[in-house]
């Protein structure tokens, strides 16, 4: 099931093949470079591979914004220790570790796909082949840059190797350049990934993957129609027997469960090669539960909290309740909710993909990113906001009948808005899922502005900061953001 970590190891050597040959003028015996490598498919599958590494490497240790930033720039979390403080009330600047290592561990993961892209393509392999690897590299280019335009706007736009020093100094694109090529990357790879991969290549993107980040992006540029259609295309791959939601809510994010099919995007992990840092940032504070792993780094808020309606199953499957008996190493512990109260405003800590007891630098349960119910609250959304309310109304049932709630028989659209934007919440909490959507709903000001010790600033947060180096070094970009 994790065959694509397996070679992730190989792979990273492409991480150091230089990019401009001219450096020297002979190559050690047995040195790899672009030239000794990019000659059969196994190379254009490895090169393929080396993009995923930026995606899990979790040497980002102080700067976890990589792949929680939806979380801690959210309602969600109290602020508490660090940069689970800063984040969320905005007390950062153009210096802080996360602005720098969110920027920085995106180029590089842009980097790789640039090599890969450049490399691969004009390889005389099958073209069947070379297709898919374009694919999955065009992809995760376009999941890094939707990444950072919604983070810092306009940003530079690398789409080749770099090749002279020129290339260092690239300009700053406009929101719409970055836009235009984030659905261009996200088209081809529609165009050129398979459906499905075998089970050894679980965690590779596919089609739908794609589909569905196409659906996600119109979403985020307010074009429902387009963003309406793409996850209706993916909705067709139900029929296919390619995507279902499983019936108990629970099990999304079980180990065991890896890689299911509701998981449309799912970052690979696993205890010998890639490890998981995610859930020590969320993991219980205290020792009754034998973690030996959880900082307690990330405390959930009352909001979220309350957020959740009488009856809702999904609850349990989100919060550690206090007095709750789990069966750890065949001993049953009993979770107490002291610590959690001691540090923060309930006695609640994150359960969702947390349920993992061991060593800290051993945690290989995945991350997912994006699942099958979100195509369906995409769907939703863009036929309410077309004005087809009527028709997300089913789509809406879908979510909540898996939760054990009841759905109302009619609504208006300002109604459907606010139970989708709910449910979305909801349903995807600790996801990294919630911020980004205050981002692109506009409703940072009223939310963010809100959260205990907020720095909010109208007309200046809504973006963060180029980091401060960028600035430094680049002569071509001369001004950070508004008000930074």
């Known amino acids: 099931m994790k065959q694509i970590i397996y070679i992730l190891g190989a792979s990273t050597l492409l991480s150091i093949l230089p990019a401009c040959s001219d450096f020297l003028e002979e190559n050690p015996y047995g040195t790899v470079t672009p030239d000794t490598f990019y000659k059969t498919e196994q190379d254009a599958i490895m090169a393929g591979t080396s993009c995923y590494k930026q995606m899990n490497d979790p040497t980002n240790f102080w700067a976890p914004g990589l792949d929680a930033v939806g979380d801690m720039q959210s309602d969600d979390i109290f602020p508490f220790l660090g940069w689970t403080g ?14 720098k290592g969110v920027w920085n561990a995106a180029y590089k ?9 450049d490399n691969v393509a004009p390889m005389e392999i099958q073209e069947k082949v070379k297709n898919e690897v ?14 950072l335009v919604r983070l810092y706007g306009g940003i530079p736009l690398v789409t080749r190797e770099y090749t002279s020093l020129d290339d260092l100094y690239p300009e700053r694109s406009s929101v719409d350049e970055v836009y235009k090529l984030i659905l261009e990357d996200l088209m081809f790879a529609s165009e050129n990934l398979p459906l499905q991969w075998s089970s050894a290549e679980a965690g590779r993107v596919t089609k739908g993957t794609a589909m569905a980040h196409l659906s996600l992006v119109y979403l985020n540029m307010k074009n429902w129609q387009e963003a309406e259609k793409w996850a209706a295309e993916v909705m067709k791959l139900e029929e296919q027997g390619v995507y279902e939601l499983l019936a108990d809510y629970s ?15 799912e970052r690979q992990y696993s205890t010998e090669f890639s490890t998981n840092w995610r859930p020590v940032y969320f993991g219980p504070r205290g020792v ?4 030996h792993a959880g900082y307690g780094w990330i405390q959930c808020s009352k909001s979220i909290v309350e957020e959740f309606e009488p009856g809702d199953k999904r609850f349990a499957a989100t919060f550690f309740q206090d007095g709750e008996i789990l069966t750890v190493g ?7 909710g002291e610590m959690a ?19 800290v630098r051993q945690i290989g349960i995945n991350t997912i990113v994006m699942r099958y119910a979100e195509v369906i609250l995409f769907r939703a959304e863009a036929l309410n906001e077309l004005g087809r309310t009527s028709e997300a109304i089913p789509l809406l049932k879908r979510i909540r009948d898996r939760a054990g709630l009841e759905t109302k028989a009619s609504y208006s ?12 919440r909801v349903e995807f909490a600790f996801e990294d899922i919630r911020g980004w959507d205050i981002i692109r709903w506009g409703i940072q000001d009223e939310v963010m502005s809100g959260i205990p010790g907020s720095k909010w600033v109208k007309g200046k947060c809504e973006l963060w900061p180029l980091p401060a180096f960028v600035l430094d070094e680049n002569p071509n970009i001369k001004e950070n953001n508004p008000g930074w």
């Open 288 to 291: 009754n539960l034998a973690r």
């Open 251 to 265: 099990a999304i994010h079980l180990e065991e469960n890896e890689n299911n099919k509701e998981s449309i995007l």
């Open 86 to 99: 800063f984040m969320p009330t905005y007390q950062f600047d153009e210096n802080h570790e996360a602005v």
């Open 341 to 359: 109260s001691a540090y923060g405003p309930t006695p609640h800590d994150v359960k969702k993909g947390n349920l993992y007891y061991g060593d």
């Open 134 to 147: 374009l694919g999955q590299a065009h992809f995760i280019r376009a999941y890094w840059y939707f990444r």
């Open 330 to 336: 065949g001993k049953d512990l009993v979770y107490s």
């Open 109 to 117: 993961g842009i980097s790789r796909c640039n090599t890969c892209i």
């Open 413 to 424: 659209q300002d109604e459907m808005r606010k139970a989708i934007r709910h449910e979305r």
